[in-house]
């Protein structure tokens, strides 16, 4: 995995001192053009570079012939050029000792052009020869907002007056993060947004870690379409947690068709949905499904201090309000408790018999007309320990009244070092009133119930997070070479060494084998059909249980031949398996295979014959701790079947934890050349787990041919 860019090594390109526009027109709607306009605002120098226009003024700024002939060499360097003239121009800026270009041309990689996909390869080998970092190709530019620097070409970002502070943001897409940064328009807090385009030098991973360095940051609003190596991710994760700031990111492309259209859009690899919430997860982000929810719910972790509790206040003037907010907060998960005493005591005191002095508390419309009443109560709950935050509901926008009230709010919620979340109800949208709020520092908005109280439990989420424990650490297998499938006996071998809870079991070529084994293990005895070429047995009548004697083995052994023979005659077959008849208990899957994004991912889930009909599962990036493979049981729907379900014996959680994580641990040591594993099931109890049944596919060795294949996804996992 490719190292993070230091944010040091990107300061002079992204917050820059001087700007040089390399292909500035007189037209006043080019691209060169519009960024100079960009830059009315700015302190530093901005200089054209226009040969035709050398020695003149242009859009306020002096032009000049060429980069070599700037007064010196730029921090940051717009090239607004076509894209046969970028190279020449990355070169000209390298040579003056420029620190680092914005490049807008299109027609690279994004294209179905093999040629140009490997002219944007060149052109990120010699900026990197070059030590010249590059940002695009075909972006939208950035802006630094500190600075008031607008390296872009969308229109009259000068006009944005928002104070500086609060979200960064990063996007591949240039409109997408353009349409973010416009929020700045209606007062709130914007510090910093970039747009990566191609990712042709630095991706959305580099240009995050550059804004978790700056200290007017305070939370990032991420989308990403693809990333050349997603396991980046987890290294800016670890920058964030060190930074305690956090990442809200957006997936874009989770279905098939916008997976496609983010390949072709970015020149990216779009991995599987599931795998990417789950190393968002890890990465310690918090994910979010919606674009609309992106900047509400980092605006909101950009306010939010820690929280002193885990429960939700609502304080309304509408029944009505305070009713749909309690719905979504249970929809969400959120704790609604009572009020103390001594808080429901001030609020009956207050409010009208007709209103409620629980929670929701329902002020009535007498709100309207008493102030003090409206700031009593919301006092009490503020105060009241039991609470996190405190919601209000605006449900009617009344411009000359609701900027008075959110003046009134916001030294409320710094004092109590809570803050309050404003529920917008109107369809009046714009003016006053919600731009009240968002100036506000200590008030949060939100257009939308169910985005307001997922944003509050995503909060609660990550001052949850702890610091994450060790994997337990597995010798590298001996693998056997060349492109491989391995069945039962062969994969369960090398479970075994690598300290996985395996049963006794032995090979028999034949009938009275069979008994030899069966007795030297112990009735009751499982038989299963072992054939390299058989990897569903039990669809062939394979398998054969709970055989209690000699005369029932000999039997046995006879129906699975026979199946064999009928089912699958021109499969190898080795004879049969012979194990122990274990104890029944829950069945897990666990899997694991090579996902392009992030390397080994892992599998758990419920297994046996239900994998596949209920696809309970939840995935991971391997290595994962104890820890980490506890928290995967307890977040399956099928967690009360470990729990002690309906009066049933506990499974012993800590060593199934266990040997999920050495399995994870297993797995990730098979390095590339794993293709999948899979244990189904791993029989769990109240005595441990052991694993039943197993499979592994290899890949070639390096240098060696490969096969086609069909790569089945996690979810499609199946009992052997």
Same mark, same amino acid.
């Given at each position: 995995?490719?190292?993070?860019?230091?944010?040091?090594?990107?300061?002079?390109?992204?917050?820059?001192?001087?700007?040089?526009?390399?292909?500035?027109?007189?037209?006043?709607?080019?691209?060169?053009?519009?960024?100079?306009?960009?830059?009315?605002?700015?302190?530093?120098?901005?200089?054209?570079?226009?040969?035709?226009?050398?020695?003149?003024?242009?859009?306020?700024?002096?032009?000049?012939?060429?980069?070599?002939?700037?007064?010196?060499?730029?921090?940051?360097?717009?090239?607004?050029?076509?894209?046969?003239?970028?190279?020449?121009?990355?070169?000209?800026?390298?040579?003056?000792?420029?620190?680092?270009?914005?490049?807008?041309?299109?027609?690279?990689?994004?294209?179905?052009?093999?040629?140009?996909?490997?002219?944007?390869?060149?052109?990120?080998?010699?900026?990197?020869?070059?030590?010249?970092?590059?940002?695009?190709?075909?972006?939208?530019?950035?802006?630094?907002?500190?600075?008031?620097?607008?390296?872009?070409?969308?229109?009259?970002?000068?006009?944005?007056?928002?104070?500086?502070?609060?979200?960064?943001?990063?996007?591949?897409?240039?409109?997408?993060?353009?349409?973010?940064?416009?929020?700045?328009?209606?007062?709130?807090?914007?510090?910093?947004?970039?747009?990566?385009?191609?990712?042709?030098?630095?991706?959305?991973?580099?240009?995050?870690?550059?804004?978790?360095?700056?200290?007017?940051?305070?939370?990032?609003?991420?989308?990403?379409?693809?990333?050349?190596?997603?396991?980046?991710?987890?290294?800016?994760?670890?920058?964030?947690?060190?930074?305690?700031?956090?990442?809200?990111?957006?997936?874009?492309?989770?279905?098939?068709?916008?997976?496609?259209?983010?390949?072709?859009?970015?020149?990216?690899?779009?991995?599987?949905?599931?795998?990417?919430?789950?190393?968002?997860?890890?990465?310690?982000?918090?994910?979010?499904?919606?674009?609309?929810?992106?900047?509400?719910?980092?605006?909101?972790?950009?306010?939010?201090?820690?929280?002193?509790?885990?429960?939700?206040?609502?304080?309304?003037?509408?029944?009505?309000?305070?009713?749909?907010?309690?719905?979504?907060?249970?929809?969400?998960?959120?704790?609604?408790?009572?009020?103390?005493?001594?808080?429901?005591?001030?609020?009956?005191?207050?409010?009208?018999?007709?209103?409620?002095?629980?929670?929701?508390?329902?002020?009535?419309?007498?709100?309207?007309?008493?102030?003090?009443?409206?700031?009593?109560?919301?006092?009490?709950?503020?105060?009241?320990?039991?609470?996190?935050?405190?919601?209000?509901?605006?449900?009617?926008?009344?411009?000359?009244?609701?900027?008075?009230?959110?003046?009134?709010?916001?030294?409320?919620? !710094?004092?109590?070092?809570?803050?309050?979340?404003?529920?917008?109800?109107?369809?009046?949208?714009?003016?006053?009133?919600?731009?009240?709020?968002?100036?506000?520092?200590?008030?949060?908005?939100?257009?939308?119930?169910?985005?307001?109280?997922?944003?509050?439990?995503?909060?609660?989420?990550?001052?949850?997070?702890?610091?994450?424990?060790?994997?337990?650490?597995?010798?590298?297998?001996?693998?056997?070479?060349?492109?491989?499938?391995?069945?039962?006996?062969?994969?369960?071998?090398?479970?075994?060494?690598?300290?996985?809870?395996?049963?006794?079991?032995?090979?028999?070529?034949?009938?009275?084998?069979?008994?030899?084994?069966?007795?030297?293990?112990?009735?009751?005895?499982?038989?299963?059909?072992?054939?390299?070429?058989?990897?569903?047995?039990?669809?062939?009548?394979?398998?054969?249980?709970?055989?209690?004697?000699?005369?029932?083995?000999?039997?046995?052994?006879?129906?699975?031949?026979?199946?064999?023979?009928?089912?699958?005659?021109?499969?190898?077959? !080795?004879?049969?398996?012979?194990?122990?008849?274990?104890?029944?208990?829950?069945?897990?899957?666990?899997?694991?295979?090579?996902?392009?994004?992030?390397?080994?991912?892992?599998?758990?889930?419920?297994?046996?014959?239900?994998?596949?009909?209920?696809?309970?599962?939840?995935?991971?990036?391997?290595?994962?701790?104890?820890?980490?493979?506890?928290?995967?049981?307890?977040?399956?729907?099928?967690?009360?079947?470990?729990?002690?379900?309906?009066?049933?014996?506990?499974?012993?959680?800590?060593?199934?934890?266990?040997?999920?994580?050495?399995?994870?641990?297993?797995?990730?040591?098979?390095?590339?050349?794993?293709?999948?594993?899979?244990?189904?099931?791993?029989?769990?109890?109240?005595?441990?787990?052991?694993?039943?049944?197993?499979?592994?596919?290899?890949?070639?060795?390096?240098?060696?041919?490969?096969?086609?294949?069909?790569?089945?996804?996690?979810?499609?996992?199946?009992?052997?």
């Amino acid at each position: 995995m490719e190292k993070l860019r230091s944010p040091e090594s990107l300061k002079r390109l992204l917050a820059p001192r001087s700007v040089a526009v390399i292909g500035v027109s007189a037209e006043p709607t080019g691209f060169g053009a519009r960024t100079v306009q960009n830059m009315a605002n700015f302190d530093g120098p901005v200089w054209c570079v226009n040969p035709k226009y050398a020695g003149q003024d242009l859009h306020g700024r002096p032009c000049f012939a060429s980069v070599d002939e700037l007064p010196s060499a730029p921090d940051s360097a717009v090239i607004a050029l076509p894209r046969t003239g970028v190279l020449p121009a990355v070169e000209a800026l390298a040579r003056k000792g420029a620190g680092g270009a914005v490049i807008y041309a299109s027609g690279y990689g994004e294209t179905d052009l093999p040629e140009r996909a490997v002219e944007e390869e060149e052109l990120r080998a010699r900026a990197r020869e070059l030590g010249l970092p590059l940002l695009g190709v075909n972006c939208l530019g950035f802006v630094d907002h500190v600075q008031r620097c607008g390296a872009t070409f969308m229109p009259e970002y000068a006009k944005m007056t928002a104070p500086a502070g609060g979200v960064g943001v990063v996007s591949q897409s240039g409109a997408m993060g353009y349409a973010l940064m416009q929020a700045a328009e209606r007062g709130f807090a914007m510090a910093h947004m970039l747009t990566a385009g191609n990712s042709t030098d630095l991706d959305v991973c580099d240009l995050a870690a550059f804004q978790l360095a700056m200290p007017e940051v305070r939370s990032i609003a991420l989308a990403v379409e693809g990333l050349r190596d997603a396991r980046r991710l987890l290294a800016l994760g670890e920058m964030a947690r060190a930074a305690g700031k956090p990442i809200v990111v957006l997936k874009l492309g989770r279905g098939e068709i916008g997976a496609q259209a983010a390949m072709s859009h970015t020149g990216s690899l779009a991995g599987s949905t599931a795998a990417w919430s789950a190393g968002f997860k890890r990465a310690g982000m918090l994910e979010v499904e919606d674009f609309d929810a992106l900047l509400e719910t980092a605006g909101f972790l950009a306010k939010a201090p820690p929280p002193k509790a885990r429960g939700v206040g609502i304080v309304t003037p509408s029944g009505g309000a305070g009713i749909m907010a309690a719905d979504h907060a249970e929809f969400a998960g959120l704790d609604l408790p009572q009020p103390r005493p001594h808080t429901a005591e001030t609020l009956r005191a207050s409010i009208p018999e007709f209103g409620s002095p629980r929670n929701p508390c329902d002020l009535t419309a007498q709100v309207a007309t008493n102030p003090k009443l409206f700031e009593d109560c919301m006092a009490a709950m503020l105060e009241d320990d039991q609470y996190a935050t405190v919601i209000f509901p605006v449900v009617y926008h009344n411009p000359a009244t609701t900027p008075s009230r959110m003046k009134t709010l916001d030294p409320m919620a !710094e004092r109590s070092g809570k803050p309050i979340c404003i529920m917008w109800i109107p369809e009046s949208l714009e003016g006053a009133g919600p731009e009240s709020v968002d100036t506000a520092p200590h008030l949060s908005l939100f257009r939308s119930t169910r985005r307001m109280m997922n944003a509050i439990r995503l909060w609660l989420e990550y001052h949850d997070q702890k610091a994450e424990a060790d994997a337990p650490r597995v010798a590298a297998p001996a693998l056997p070479g060349g492109e491989a499938t391995l069945m039962e006996a062969e994969a369960k071998a090398l479970f075994r060494e690598a300290g996985l809870p395996v049963g006794e079991e032995r090979c028999a070529a034949d009938a009275e084998g069979a008994v030899r084994a069966a007795e030297a293990i112990g009735y009751p005895v499982v038989l299963k059909l072992d054939s390299p070429d058989v990897a569903h047995k039990t669809e062939v009548g394979g398998v054969q249980l709970n055989l209690a004697d000699a005369g029932t083995v000999r039997d046995a052994f006879g129906r699975i031949m026979e199946g064999a023979k009928r089912h699958a005659p021109d499969a190898r077959v !080795e004879g049969v398996l012979v194990q122990r008849m274990e104890r029944r208990g829950v069945e897990l899957i666990l899997g694991a295979r090579r996902d392009p994004q992030f390397g080994t991912m892992l599998l758990v889930g419920l297994g046996g014959v239900q994998a596949e009909l209920w696809k309970d599962v939840a995935l991971d990036v391997a290595p994962v701790s104890s820890a980490r493979a506890e928290a995967m049981l307890r977040g399956l729907k099928s967690w009360p079947l470990f729990d002690g379900f309906r009066g049933a014996a506990k499974v012993d959680v800590a060593k199934v934890a266990d040997a999920i994580a050495r399995f994870s641990a297993f797995a990730a040591a098979c390095g590339d050349r794993l293709e999948e594993v899979e244990i189904n099931p791993l029989l769990c109890r109240d005595d441990g787990c052991v694993a039943v049944d197993g499979l592994m596919k290899l890949s070639a060795a390096q240098g060696q041919p490969k096969a086609k294949r069909h790569e089945a996804e996690l979810e499609g996992a199946t009992e052997r």
